[in-house]
C-alpha cells in the first residue's frame, strides 16, 4: 500500500537497516521493524509531529482552518491538547486564581496577579527574587508548569499548579531538599535543546531550520501540529472553491497530511512522537511507573496487540484526537468487542481472534486497563497495557 506523503519510501529503506541493528537487543519483540524512536523519525523529509519546516510562512493557523472545517475546529479548541500551553495572560487557572501560595522549609513562593501581570515572587525570610511570567504549560485539569525569562534565559518554575489540589506543589521530578540558594529554590534554567523540545510537545510552529523561534509560535497543539503546515492545502482548496469544484474527492489532497492513511504501527508512533514511542521509551531507559504515560510503549508490549499491530487497537481506534477524552469505561466496550468474543460458549473467526471473558462483560478497560496513582503528579492515570491484572503482581515493565 503507498500512502500518499513523502515519508514512505524513505522510512522502508530505513526500516531494513534499523531492523538489522535492532534485532541485536535481547528484549525487542520480533516484529517490531517498523517501531521507530521519534529522533530517527525527524531526520527524515517529509511531515511528522515535532518535525522542522523551513518557513513559518506555511502556516495559517487553526481560524484559517475552522473556515472550511468547522465541525472539527469547534471540538478540537476545547481540548486539553489544543490548550496545553498559552501566554500566561491567557491561563484560565492564573485568571482564577489571583494568588497561589506555597511554603517549604523557609522558602515561600507566590505566583500573583495583578493588572494584567503575572508576578512569581520566592523568598527565604531574608531575601526574596521575583519575575514576570511568561508561559503556562498543561492546561491545568493534570496539572501547570510556569516559564519565565531572565537575561534572555529561559527558566521553568520549580512550582506547579495541580488540578486535583486547586494549589501550588513542586514541579513532578524537580523537587530539591537543599536548593544551593534561592535563585535554584525559584527555578530551574531550560536551555538549548530541550527549549525545542518543550515547544515542539506543547506548541504549533514553533521549530523553523531546527531551531526554536518564537515570534511563529500558535501556544497549544492545533491542527497543523498533527496535520503539518497548511498554507497549500488551504490555498488549493479555496481555489477549487472558486472554480467550483470544491470537495471533489482526490484533488490536491497531497498537500496536507492525512494520519488515517498510516499503518497501525506509524499511526501509533505518530501520536508517540509527543507521548513517547516503544523506542522513545527503550532508549530513554524509562523503566517502571515512569513509562506508564508512554501509552504507545504499554499498547505495543499487551498481548492484545500482537506482532504486527492492528487499525483496531491503535489510538484514534478509542480516542477522537478532535474531541474531549472520553470519560465512561463502558463506551470503550465495543472496541474490545471488535476483536473479542462477547461470550465464551462462542468460536474464535479470523476477525474475532480474542477470547471471551469467564468474569465479566461490560466495563472491560475498568478490569484490563488498571489505573496508577502518580503521586507527584497527585494523579491517577490509565495503563495501556491491557492484560489480566493478578491481586498482588508488580507493575509490569
Ligand atoms: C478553503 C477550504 C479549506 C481550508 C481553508 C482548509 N481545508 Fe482541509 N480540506 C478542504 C476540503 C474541501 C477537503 C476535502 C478534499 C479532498 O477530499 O480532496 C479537505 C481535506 C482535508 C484533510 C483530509 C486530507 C485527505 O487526504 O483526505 C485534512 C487532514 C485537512 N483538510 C486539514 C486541514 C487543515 C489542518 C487546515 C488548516 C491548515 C485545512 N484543512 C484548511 C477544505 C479546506
Ligand atoms: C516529548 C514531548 C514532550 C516534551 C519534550 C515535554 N512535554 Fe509536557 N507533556 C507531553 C505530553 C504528551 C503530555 C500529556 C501526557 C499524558 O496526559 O499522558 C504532557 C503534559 C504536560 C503537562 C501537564 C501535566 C501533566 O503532566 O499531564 C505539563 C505542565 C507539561 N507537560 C510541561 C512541560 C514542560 C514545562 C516541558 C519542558 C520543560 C515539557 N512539558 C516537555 C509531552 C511533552
Ligand atoms: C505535538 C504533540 C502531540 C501529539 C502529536 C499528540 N499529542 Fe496528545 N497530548 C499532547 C499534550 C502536550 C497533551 C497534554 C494536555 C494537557 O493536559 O495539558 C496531550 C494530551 C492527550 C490526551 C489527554 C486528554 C485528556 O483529556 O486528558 C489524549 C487522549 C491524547 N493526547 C491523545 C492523542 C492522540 C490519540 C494522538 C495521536 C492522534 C496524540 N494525542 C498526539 C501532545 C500531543
Ligand atoms: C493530535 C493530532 C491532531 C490534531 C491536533 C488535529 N488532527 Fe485532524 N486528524 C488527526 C488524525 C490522527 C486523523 C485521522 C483520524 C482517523 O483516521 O480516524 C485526522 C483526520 C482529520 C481529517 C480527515 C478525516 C475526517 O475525519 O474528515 C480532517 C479534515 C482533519 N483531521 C482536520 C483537522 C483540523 C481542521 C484540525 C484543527 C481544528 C485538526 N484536524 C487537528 C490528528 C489530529
Ligand atoms: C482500547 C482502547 C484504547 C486505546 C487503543 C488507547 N486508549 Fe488511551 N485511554 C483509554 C481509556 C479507557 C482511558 C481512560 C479514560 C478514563 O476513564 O478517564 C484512556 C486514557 C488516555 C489518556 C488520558 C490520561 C490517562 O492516563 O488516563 C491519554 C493521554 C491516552 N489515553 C492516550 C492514548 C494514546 C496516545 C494511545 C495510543 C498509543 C491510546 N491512548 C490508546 C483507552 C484506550
Ligand atoms: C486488535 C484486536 C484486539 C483488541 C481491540 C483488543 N484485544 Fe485483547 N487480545 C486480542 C488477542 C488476539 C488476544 C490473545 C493474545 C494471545 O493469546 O497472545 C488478546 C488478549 C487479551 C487478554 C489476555 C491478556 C493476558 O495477559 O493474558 C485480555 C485480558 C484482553 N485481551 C482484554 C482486552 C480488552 C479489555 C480490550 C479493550 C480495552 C481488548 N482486549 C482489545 C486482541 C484484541
Ligand atoms: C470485574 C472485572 C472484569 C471485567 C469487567 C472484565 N474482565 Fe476479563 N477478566 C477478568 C479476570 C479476573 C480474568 C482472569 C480470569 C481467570 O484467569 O480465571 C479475565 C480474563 C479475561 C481474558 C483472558 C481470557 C483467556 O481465556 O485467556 C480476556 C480476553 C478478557 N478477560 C477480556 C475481557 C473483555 C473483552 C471484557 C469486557 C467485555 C472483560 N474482560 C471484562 C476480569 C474482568
Known amino acids: 500500500m503507498m500512502r500518499r506523503c513523502g515519508i514512505s519510501k524513505w522510512l522502508l529503506l530505513r526500516f531494513a537497516a534499523s531492523c538489522l541493528l535492532f534485532t541485536t537487543y535481547a528484549s525487542a519483540p520480533g516484529a517490531l521493524c517498523a517501531q521507530t524512536a521519534t529522533d ?21 493557523g487553526p481560524v484559517e482552518c475552522a473556515k472550511c472545517h468547522p465541525g472539527k475546529a469547534a471540538e478540537q479548541k476545547n481540548t486539553p491538547m489544543a490548550r496545553t500551553a498559552a501566554l500566561v495572560a491567557d491561563s484560565d487557572i ?8 506555597f511554603q517549604a522549609g523557609r522558602t515561600s513562593y507566590q505566583i500573583a496577579r495583578s493588572e494584567g501581570k503575572t508576578e512569581y515572587t520566592v523568598t527565604d525570610g531574608t531575601r526574596s527574587i521575583s519575575a514576570p511570567l511568561t508561559w503556562s504549560f498543561g492546561d491545568g485539569r493534570v496539572g501547570q508548569s510556569y516559564l519565565f525569562e531572565r537575561e534572555g534565559n529561559l527558566y521553568e518554575s520549580r512550582v506547579s499548579y495541580f488540578g486535583i489540589l486547586k494549589a501550588l506543589d513542586f514541579t513532578p521530578g524537580r523537587r530539591l531538599t537543599e536548593p544551593r540558594d534561592l535563585e535554584e529554590a525559584m527555578a530551574r534554567p531550560v536551555t538549548g535543546s530541550e527549549i525545542v523540545r518543550c515547544f515542539a510537545c506543547h506548541t504549533t510552529s514553533s521549530t523553523i531550520n531546527d531551531t526554536f523561534q518564537r515570534d511563529r509560535i500558535i501556544p497549544g497543539i492545533t491542527c497543523e501540529a498533527c496535520h503539518g503546515p497548511g498554507l497549500k492545502h488551504a490555498a488549493a482548496e479555496q481555489m477549487a472553491y472558486l472554480q467550483g469544484s470544491a470537495g471533489e474527492s482526490g484533488h490536491e489532497a497531497d498537500l496536507i497530511f492525512d494520519p488515517g492513511k498510516l499503518n497501525p504501527v506509524d499511526a501509533v508512533d505518530f501520536c508517540g512522537a509527543c507521548h513517547g514511542t516503544w523506542w522513545d521509551v527503550k532508549l530513554g531507559s524509562l523503566e517502571g511507573l515512569a513509562n ?4 504507545p510503549y504499554r499498547l505495543e508490549k499487551s498481548r492484545c496487540w500482537g506482532r504486527k499491530g492492528d487499525a483496531r487497537l491503535t489510538c484514534v481506534a478509542c480516542h477522537d484526537p478532535h474531541q474531549e477524552l472520553v470519560r465512561d469505561s463502558a463506551s470503550y466496550d465495543k472496541k474490545c468487542l471488535s476483536c ?33 496513582l502518580d503521586p507527584g503528579m497527585h494523579y491517577t492515570f490509565t495503563d495501556h497495557d491491557i492484560r489480566v491484572v493478578r491481586q498482588g503482581a508488580p507493575y509490569p515493565d
Do not use: F, I
Request: glycine fraction near 6%; proline fraction near 11%.
Open 292 to 295: 506508564l504515560r508512554a501509552q
Open 40 to 60: 530517527e523519525r525527524l531526520l527524515y523529509p517529509g511531515w511528522w509531529p515535532r518535525h522542522s519546516t523551513p518557513s513559518g510562512n506555511e502556516y495559517v
Open 340 to 372: 473479542h468474543l462477547a461470550a465464551t460458549s462462542m468460536k474464535p473467526t479470523p476477525d474475532h481472534q480474542g477470547p471471551a471473558c469467564k468474569v465479566g462483560t461490560k466495563n472491560c478497560a475498568s478490569c484490563h486497563m488498571p489505573k496508577y
Open 94 to 101: 492564573l485568571a482564577r486564581h489571583n494568588q497561589l501560595t
